[in-house]
């Protein structure tokens, strides 16, 4: 069964409900990019009227993550996943429509082969850049992601 942005967004809706309602969405995917959305409302601004930065984390996080659960179901395999680490920086205020594209899908074809080989947990750096409706880099973030086969 292809993994599509619909499938991915009813996932968002039942297992990830605070990053549904704050309105972060997937658009596209693919083995090696993927987009997400986030819009500037009400419900996910800080003070400073724009959107808060822990929602952008989570599409940032989310534009990764999709290509790794999508290409974890793809191996056949039971691997675990988690975020060892982040970083983000923040270059304007984010308002209306911010867009995050992540382009690393082709990390983590190896870093599944390799855990599969040798049974060792593999780490990789993944990085989503958030941009305005200007085309205006708003925030990027990168992340560090660990797979493991499961005993």
Known sequence: MAVTP?????????????AWLCGVRVRSISNTSCTTTVTHKW????????????????AAELSTGTMVIA????????????VANNKASFTKKAT????????????IDEAIAKTVETGEGQTFWMKSVGKNKDGVVVS?????????VKS
């Open 6 to 18: 619909g499938k991915f967004n009813k996932f968002i809706m039942f297992k990830l409900p605070s």
């Open 43 to 58: 419900i996910n601004q800080n003070p400073f009227n724009s959107v808060f930065w822990a929602v952008q984390g989570m």
């Open 71 to 82: 290409q974890i179901k793809n191996s056949g395999k039971k691997i675990s996943m988690l």
């Open 96 to 107: 209306g429509k911010i867009t995050f594209i992540c382009d690393d899908g082709h990390k």
């Open 140 to 148: 990027t973030f990168d992340f560090e992601w660990t797979v493991k």
